[in-house]
C-alpha cells in the first residue's frame, strides 16, 4: 500500500514538474527570509520568483496530498468490498436450460469443459486423448472499466496417450480473456483459445481444432445420446456442506470422427468420447486434498460416472456415482455404496507421486476392475493451472471381459489440490 501510494505521488509530481529531491520544509526556510542589501546578491526580483516557486510548490502539495487521500479511500474500501463473497453460488433449485447453460457462467469462479475418448485409426490400433478448456473467474472486478483488467482466465489442457510413445504427450495454453486472443461465449458452447477452440453448432455437434506442440486435433463430436444431469437435476454436491457443489451435466457416448496429425502427417480417426461441463465457486472442504473420478462408456450403451473426494488419510470426504442405461433410466448412489480400492500403483518417475493407475471400482452389488491404457499418463499442467494430476485412458473389465473404455482422473497426489 505504502508503495503504491509513493509510486502515485512521485508520478504526480512528475507530472506537475517538481523536482523528487524537493523539501518543502527548506524551501520554506530559504525563501522567506526578508531581501537584503545587494551585496549579499539576491536582488528584490529574485526574491519575488522565489515566492512564487514556493506558492507554486504549496498548490502541487496540497493536489497531491488530496490524490493520495482519494487513492488511499478507494483501495480501502476496496479492500473492505474484497471480504464480501462476489462470486455467484451455486443453487439447488436452479433448473438448468439448454443451450444457454452450454455457454460461459462468467459469473462463477471456475469452469471447465472436458472431453475424453478413445480413437483409432484404420490401424486398429487404440489411442486415448484429452482436451479440456477452463475459464477461471479473478478478483478483478466486472465494473472495472480498462481493458487491460485480467478479469477472466482461459487455460487449456491437450494431451494424447499413446502406448507406442511410452508416456502421455500433453500441451498447454493460458491466456486472459479479451483482445481476440482467447474468449467464451454465454449462449453456447464457443471458447477460443489463441488457435486452439472448440464450439458446438446449433445441430448439437461439437467441432475441435487444436494444434499442439507434437501434434494436432481436428475432430468431431456428434451426440448419441440425450444430455445427461448429474446430481439432482444438474446440482453435484462435493462435500458435507450444501454450498460444497457444482452444476454438472455430462454428454456421454459422443461419436468421433476426424484427424489427428503426429509427425506432419495426418491420419483419420474415429472413436467414442465422453465430455463434462462443470461450474462452481466453491467445490472442495477443507479436510479434502483431491479426487478419483471415473467416466466411461460402456459397450452396451450405458453410460458410468463416479468420484470420491479424498482427504489426506485416504478417506472419502465424499462420493458419489451414476449409471444411466441406453433406455434413459438413471440410477444414483452416495456414499458407502461407493467403493474405489486400488489393486495396483505406479510411481512417477518425475514427480514421485505414486497414483493407483489399477483399481476396483464398486457400486452397490455391481464391480468393475478399472486398467490403464498404460502407466505414465501424468499431466505436468504446473506453467497453466499449477497442478499435477493423472489423468489417462482407461478399461472397465468385469468377470474378465472388457464391458467399456474412459478415463481415470487422479489429483492431489503430488500435493493438495487447490481451485
Do not use: C
Amino acid at each position: 500500500m505504502r508503495k503504491l501510494i509513493e509510486t502515485y505521488r512521485r508520478a504526480v509530481m512528475a507530472l506537475a514538474g517538481v523536482s523528487q529531491s524537493s523539501n518543502s520544509a527548506s524551501t520554506v526556510a530559504s525563501v522567506t527570509k526578508p531581501p537584503v542589501k545587494a551585496s549579499t546578491r539576491i536582488s528584490t526580483r529574485s526574491w519575488l520568483k522565489s515566492m512564487h516557486r514556493l506558492l507554486m510548490s504549496l498548490r502541487v502539495s496540497l493536489l497531491v496530498s488530496f490524490l493520495v487521500s482519494s487513492l488511499s479511500m478507494i483501495l480501502t474500501s476496496s479492500s473492505a468490498n474484497a471480504e464480501t463473497p462476489r462470486f455467484a453460488q451455486v443453487n439447488p433449485r436452479t433448473v438448468l436450460s439448454f443451450p444457454r447453460d452450454f455457454g460461459a457462467h462468467p459469473d462463477f469462479r471456475t469452469e471447465w469443459w472436458y472431453v475424453t475418448g478413445w480413437i483409432q485409426s484404420t490401424d486398429g490400433k487404440p489411442i486415448g486423448f484429452q482436451v479440456t478448456f477452463f475459464r477461471s473467474a479473478t478478483e478483478h472486478e466486472e465494473t472495472n472499466p480498462s481493458q487491460f483488467a485480467p478479469k477472466q482466465l482461459i487455460v487449456a489442457h491437450a494431451a494424447i496417450s499413446d502406448p507406442a510413445i511410452g508416456k502421455l504427450q500433453h500441451d498447454q495454453r493460458v491466456a486472459r480473456a479479451g483482445f481476440g486472443l482467447a474468449q467464451t461465449s454465454e449462449s453456447t458452447t464457443d471458447i477460443k483459445l489463441g488457435k486452439w477452440s472448440m464450439r458446438r453448432e446449433a445441430n448439437g455437434m461439437y467441432r475441435v481444432t487444436l494444434p499442439a506442440r507434437d501434434f494436432s486435433f481436428d475432430l468431431t463430436l456428434a451426440p448419441t445420446q440425450p444430455v445427461l444431469l448429474q446430481g439432482v437435476n444438474g446440482y453435484s454436491r462435493k462435500g458435507p456442506k450444501p454450498e460444497q457443489a457444482s452444476h454438472y451435466y455430462s454428454e456421454p457416448h459422443l461419436q468421433v470422427s476426424g484427424s489427428i496429425t503426429r509427425n506432419g502427417k495426418p491420419i483419420t480417426v474415429s472413436g467414442s468420447a465422453w465430455l463434462d461441463h462443470e461450474w462452481s465457486s466453491t467445490v472442495l472442504d477443507a479436510k479434502a486434498v483431491g479426487w478419483d473420478w471415473v467416466g466411461a462408456n460402456l459397450d452396451d450403451g450405458r453410460a458410468l460416472m463416479a468420484f470420491r473426494i479424498r482427504a489426506s488419510d485416504g478417506s472419502s470426504v465424499w462420493q458419489h456415482a451414476s449409471l444411466r442405461d441406453k433406455d434413459g433410466r438413471l440410477k444414483q448412489v452416495n456414499g458407502d455404496a461407493i467403493r474405489f480400492t486400488p489393486v495396483r500403483s505406479w510411481r512417477s518417475p518425475r514427480t514421485q507421486a505414486s497414483y493407483p493407475v489399477e483399481v476396483t471400482l464398486a457400486i452397490d452389488q455391481q464391480r468393475w476392475l478399472i486398467r490403464p491404457l498404460q502407466d505414465d499418463q501424468e499431466l505436468d499442467s504446473r506453467l497453466s493451472t499449477g497442478a499435477v494430476y493423472w489423468e489417462g485412458a482407461v478399461t472397465l473389465e468385469r468377470d474378465g471381459r472388457r464391458e467399456g473404455r474412459g478415463y481415470l482422473e487422479m489429483t492431489g497426489y503430488v500435493k493438495p489440490l487447490k481451485l
